[in-house]
Every structure is written in C-alpha cells, then in structure tokens.
T-cell receptor, first 109, second 116 residues
Framework: LAKTTQPISMDSYEGQEVNITCSHN???????ITWYQQFPSQGPRFIIQ???TKVTNEVASLFIPADRKSSTLSLPRVSLSDTAVYYC??????????FGSGTKLNVKP | DTGVSQDPRHKITKRGQNVTFRCDPI?????LYWYRQTLGQGPEFLTY????????KSRLLSDRFSAERPKGSFSTLEIQRTEQGDSAMYLC??????????????FGPGTRLTVL
C-alpha cells in the first residue's frame, strides 16, 4: 500500500502560483498519481492524474520526476476560491486509495 | 445533474437506532465505493462494488455496517445500532472501470451523520 506525505498546510496570496509537493517513496511501477481538491462539507473533486513527466489540464499541472518518488501539483494564479484541502493519492488498485490528511491551502487576499 | 448523488445529505439519529444511506452513481459507472470521513481527516475506504458484487471490505467496516448494490446501480449503506463514534461524513464515489490505476473516482456530496 503506497502511502503519501504532504505538508499539513500552506499559505499563499491571490494571483500567486502554488506548488504542493507529495512524497511517495514506495510507489509501484504501475501506480498512477491522482490529486483531489476538497472544500468543507463537500466530497473530494478530481483535479488531475498522471504517470510520469508532466500533465496539464485547464486547472492545474502535475510534475513527476523520473524516479516518480514525488510529484508536484501546480496551481497557477490562485484565487480565494482555491482555499481547500488537497490530497495526493497513489495506487494501482483503486480500492487501495489512501487519502491521508492532505494539505490545507489557505489563499489570502 | 449527471454526477454522483447521495441521500439524505444530513441525518441526525439517537444512539442505538439504525440508519440507511443511499448513493446513486454516475449512470455508466460500474464501480461504486463508500468512504467515511471524520473532521480534519481524509476519507477512509470502507467498501467497494464491481456491479452488484461487493469485492472488498475494510476492517473499519464492523459487523454493524452492511452495504448492498442489488442491481448494480444504486447502493445503500446501513448502520445498525449506531454509536456516537459513527458520527462522520459518509462519502460515495463511482468510477467507470477499466485500466486499474487510471480509474478515476468521482465523489458525491456526502451524507453527514450525527449520532446523539
């Protein structure tokens, strides 16, 4: 079971780029890396998923180095509405997802 | 709305009562998952269905908990003889299936249970 380590919390200001790094030293060869966002009293929302190098979509980028033992979620130009908890998950078997405590991002005006 | 739906959104009950929650997955998804989330913690996996078959149960799922997905569509999670420690948000997710590891789970809004 691949577990992850993330910072407990981060602060940022509106308009800045935010990078949240996740360590997953025990990632297996076939594991994918998935990031979710969660607002209070809501279910987690899928942000992005990747296997290696770089993945970009309309809301974020995901950077994965060659050894895949870590990954970085990049949120460009955050706004107050990006204040949320962000979870990094790894797992070949979807039923083995381990959410951990996530990173609480606080965006200030 | 074509997302995952859960009912009810909130449930308050007294200790010892039974409660049942419902989850309706995204229509073409054949996998369905239940998680539990307590304040300040990430979601914890409880159980998972592939169509109507319950394929995995966490050790967190005591014998007071039972989940069903009778026709491979909606699912119910029942908690018998509720305890105050059962107070949590119960989350349902569904996924399309296919290549393991790339099978993205989509979550519903959750049911918040308060046991008095």
């Amino acid at each position: 079971l691949a577990k992850t380590t993330q910072p407990i919390s981060m602060d940022s200001y509106e308009g800045q780029e935010v990078n949240i790094t996740c360590s997953h030293n025990n990632i297996a060869t076939n594991d994918y890396i998935t990031w979710y966002q969660q607002f209070p009293s809501q279910g987690p929302r899928f942000i992005i998923q990747g296997y290696k190098t770089k993945v970009t979509n309309e809301v974020a980028s995901l950077f994965i180095p060659a050894d895949r033992k870590s990954s970085t979620l990049s949120l460009p130009r955050v706004s107050l509405s990006d204040t949320a908890v962000y979870y990094c998950l790894v797992g070949l078997n979807f039923n083995k997802f381990y959410f951990g405590s996530g990173t609480k991002l606080n965006v200030k005006p | 709305d074509t997302g995952v739906s859960q009912d009810p959104r909130h449930k308050i009950t007294k200790r010892g009562q039974n409660v049942t929650f419902r989850c309706d997955p995204i229509s073409e998804h054949n996998r369905l998952y239940w998680y539990r989330q307590t304040l300040g913690q990430g979601p914890e996996f409880l159980t998972y269905f592939q169509n109507e078959a319950q394929l995995e149960k966490s050790r967190l799922l005591s014998d007071r908990f039972s989940a069903e997905r009778p026709k491979g569509s909606f699912s119910t999670l029942e908690i018998q003889r509720t305890e105050q420690g059962d107070s949590a948000m119960y989350l349902c997710a569904s996924s399309r299936g296919g290549l393991a590891g790339r099978d993205t789970q989509y979550f519903g809004p959750g049911t918040r249970l308060t046991v008095l």
